[in-house]
């Protein structure tokens, strides 16, 4: 099958550029922009018809195979307009590496990852005047696969799309750097090791609402979710990973299969240890955090996630017991951490792992 590359992009700009939104208020991928990237993918043709074209709906069959079994996969990454105005993303590789992680375990076809970055830069650079320069604000990237055979039975797509859609967005949660109060939830769970997990699969999020919804029910922000076996060790929350200083130590649950391993939370850990902090990964109960907080050793609790940054959590609550963190107040480090990564995002600081990528 032919290599793709950027000359292979068929390019139809609107004619029909939409204004641009209020950057105060834009709130989160609610907004999008004048363009998109689509391509699709068959057995005999491997990928083909890479395009950039108008926004706007897809045709799709109601017979749409992943409608009916959620083959569907998705990334989130940003792009900023960093302190030089040029266009940067993050880390973009590896979202794409993980894109195509998660493809694999949703038996969904392989992107060449370097073609799909070469696609959204050209993507950004049609749309380059959507991103938002407003502190806080920046092009919420969004890249998805499906499966687009029109067919009932369940089995892997033989036709898939790829698109790649971008939303100028403002803070994930209301409050930005204000500390969030999240819901211990421990009847249902998110993930199971041997699952989706690991993976940014559409159907990990569908079976996390109600949960969510319970969450919002006791006027909670999100859940904090507990292994799929024991109900015992802390996973994740429903759009991020999460991070306690316990003790002058930093602890996050280590990768085991059920969790989404995050870009960000990979990059706070290299950047804990560059600053000379002492990072844990590994299994933490729930328990141990409760202790902690009746010791007085628990410092802070924040979340980890491209749309939700650094996000601190002011409060744990399980229905029965509750922990408030830090007099529910925004911790040191939390601030520290948020300035460092969102410097080296937007290109204002010391970038030791050359983490920024220009989109020349
Ligand atoms: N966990 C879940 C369930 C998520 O949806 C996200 C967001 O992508 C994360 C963690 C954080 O991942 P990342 O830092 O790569 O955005
Ligand atoms: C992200 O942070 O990119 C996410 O995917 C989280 C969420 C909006 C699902």
Redesign the pocket.
């Given at each position: 099958m032919a290599k793709l590359n950027v000359t292979d992009i068929k390019i139809e700009l609107t004619k029909n550029p939409k204004e641009k939104p209020n950057q105060e208020a834009l709130g989160?991928?609610k907004i999008f922009t004048d363009h998109m990237f689509i391509m699709d993918w068959n057995e005999e043709q491997g990928w083909y018809d890479p395009r950039i074209v108008e926004f706007g709906n897809l045709s799709l069959s109601p017979a749409l195979i992943s409608l009916h079994y959620g083959q569907s996969i998705?990334?989130?990454?940003?792009a900023y307009i960093n302190t030089n105005g040029d266009i940067a993303l993050f880390r973009p590789e590896e979202n794409f590496a993980r894109l195509n992680r998660s493809a694999e375990r949703l038996a969904l076809p392989q992107l060449d990852e370097k073609f799909a970055l070469t696609a959204l830069e050209e993507l950004l650079k049609i749309d380059k005047d959507w991103i938002p320069t407003e502190e806080g604000t920046s092009l919420?990237v969004?890249p998805f696969m499906f499966g687009a055979d029109e067919f009932l039975g369940v089995k892997a797509s033989s036709n898939v799309k790829f698109v790649i859609i971008l939303s100028p967005s403002g803070a994930?949660f209301k409050g930005g750097l204000q500390p969030n109060k999240i819901f211990v939830e421990d009847e249902y769970v998110r993930a199971v090791r041997g699952g989706t997990g690991f993976a940014?699969a559409a159907g990990n999020?569908a079976g996390s609402l109600l949960g969510q919804k319970k969450a919002e029910k006791f006027g909670y922000a999100q859940t904090l979710w507990l292994d799929g076996v024991e109900q015992k060790y802390i996973e994740e929350v429903?759009?991020?990973n999460i991070f306690f200083k316990v003790d002058g130590k930093y602890l996050t649950p280590e990768l085991n299969g059920s969790i989404l391993p995050?870009i960000?939370r990979d990059s706070i850990i290299k950047l804990l240890k560059h600053n000379g902090e002492i990072v844990e990964e590994r299994k933490i109960s729930i328990e141990e955090i409760y202790e902690a907080a009746d010791n007085g050793t628990l410092e802070e609790v924040f979340g980890t996630?491209?749309?939700?940054v650094i996000s601190p959590v002011g409060e744990l609550f399980d229905g029965k017991k509750k922990v408030i963190v830090n007099n529910g107040e925004t911790g040191e480090y939390s601030k520290k951490i948020y300035e460092q990564l969102t410097g080296i995002q937007l290109g204002k600081v010391e970038d030791p792992f050359n983490w920024h990528h220009l989109v020349k």
């Open positions: 989160f991928g998705f990334e989130g990454m940003k919420y969004r994930y940014k999020y429903g759009a991020m995050g960000t996630g491209t749309a939700a």
